[in-house]
């Protein structure tokens, strides 16, 4: 819902998708370093550009996997419009 914070979503998505726990850890990071830019005024930079790209590359990875393997249990063409993550 509108009211769902992206923890909250991670946690759907965990539960939902069967994400595993280092690459929902990343998406944690990934979120609480996103909400620290757009809410707190006096956070301005990424403590670790490095780990966040790494990160997030990892986790784009798994999730495109798990699109994959969705794809082909529902007999989806690849490309077609579900097995796009908003996400990523």
């Known amino acids: 819902s509108k009211q769902d914070g992206l923890h909250d979503k991670i946690t759907h998505a965990q539960q939902s998708a069967n994400l595993s ?3 929902v ?3 944690r990071y990934l979120v609480t370093i ?3 830019l757009v809410h707190d005024h006096g ?3 990424l403590p670790d550009r490095r780990g966040f790209a790494l990160s997030y590359d990892s986790v784009e990875k798994e999730l495109k ?3 994959a ?3 082909k249990k529902k007999g989806k063409k690849k490309g077609a419009s579900a097995d796009v ?3 990523c």
């Open 25 to 27: 850890k990343k998406m």
């Open 85 to 87: 993550c908003i996400i």
């Open 69 to 71: 393997k969705r794809g």
């Open 34 to 36: 996103r909400n620290k």
């Open 43 to 45: 956070f301005n930079q």
């Open 21 to 23: 726990k280092e690459t």
């Open 65 to 67: 996997e798990v699109l």
